[in-house]
């Protein structure tokens, strides 16, 4: 059976995923590829992702834009500018800048950060 793909979105939109979450692919069309989130079938615009070829091993950095005229979340509000997603449970939590590894509050996972691909 061959290795599942990964897919995250690249930019905050109306598309209703978490940036910095990576979702299995399905299935990977030329223009639609489907998503498993949450256990249900998410199609999304090829355009809007981003891809890798094996599940993810370490903390995705998430850093808003500033300058962004979208509301930001209530679920957001205490995240600030900068916060981190678990590779194994997609929660998100602040994270100590420039911090190596980091340990997840809710799942416990020890993984190391990925400070040089912010989403």
Known sequence: MA????????????HGLRRGAWYPVLNDRVTIV????????IP??????????????????????PDSSQGRRASEAALGGMYGVCPNCRE???????????????????????WDHPC
């Open 3 to 14: 290795d599942r793909k990964w897919a995250r979105v690249k930019r905050s939109g109306a």
């Open 34 to 41: 489907v998503l498993d989130v949450a256990k249900r079938a």
């Open 44 to 65: 999304m615009d090829r355009t809007l992702l981003e891809f890798r070829d094996a599940a993810p091993d370490v903390w995705s950095i998430v850093a808003n834009e």
């Open 92 to 114: 998100r939590q602040n994270l100590t800048n420039g911090a190596a590894e980091a340990t997840c509050e809710s799942c416990g996972h020890l993984a190391p950060v990925d």
